[in-house]
């Protein structure tokens, strides 16, 4: 009896991708060579559109790949892994994908203010895989590390708060010297 189970792999994520509303890529990443092209990427990602933007699944399977997906307004979130995936830990990279991009454009998950805020969403991306292989799950804990990257926040986006707490820390500094 040899039945073929296949070895247990960290690398569980093949892609992750965001869609808008016409089924056009506005952020995808893949992690390995099931399709090397662009080309092939972009036919993938018209087929999956295609069969999941008027279902209410939260799961497909789909050219061999476990896709499961979330929308909201005019976006489509997916994560894809192999067909022998977990569901549960491909749900689980989802729903902190979804979240940490929530909560970074605070509830407004919409295209236009996805696109205003592309760095964050792609340093997103990055926190939660890195190869495929999924490195945290939690929304807050990735906020914080993509944050920590993003500091130096342009003063118009800053509050009065922070305004003031920069203000008086250069005027500290100022005065040392």
């Known amino acids: 009896m040899d039945t073929a189970v296949p070895e247990p792999s ?3 994520v093949k892609a992750i991708a965001i869609l808008d509303n016409d089924g056009e890529r506005v952020v995808a990443k893949y992690y390995d060579d099931t399709y090397p092209t662009t080309k092939e ?10 069969k999941t933007h008027r279902a ?12 499961v997906y979330r929308s909201n307004v005019d976006l489509y979130f997916y994560v894809m892994g192999s067909s022998n ?10 729903n902190a994908f979804y979240d940490a991009v929530s909560l ?3 509830k407004n998950v919409e295209k236009r ?5 592309m760095d964050g969403v792609l340093s997103i991306v990055d926190e939660i895989v890195d190869g495929g292989v ?3 799950a939690d929304a807050s804990t990735i906020l914080q590390r ?25 005027l500290k500094w100022s005065l040392l010297k």
């Open 56 to 67: 209410n699944a939260e799961i497909i399977m789909l050219d061999g790949l476990t896709c």
């Open 104 to 106: 970074m454009l605070r």
């Open 41 to 50: 990427q972009k036919e993938f990602e018209k087929n999956l559109f295609n």
């Open 113 to 117: 203010a996805l696109m205003d805020s």
């Open 134 to 136: 999924i490195l945290e």
């Open 146 to 170: 993509v944050a920590i990257k993003n500091d130096d926040v342009p003063l118009s986006e800053q509050t009065v708060a922070q305004v003031l707490q920069t203000a008086k820390d250069q």
């Open 10 to 12: 960290l690398y569980t």
């Open 85 to 94: 995936e977990n569901e549960l830990i491909l749900g689980s990279v989802l």
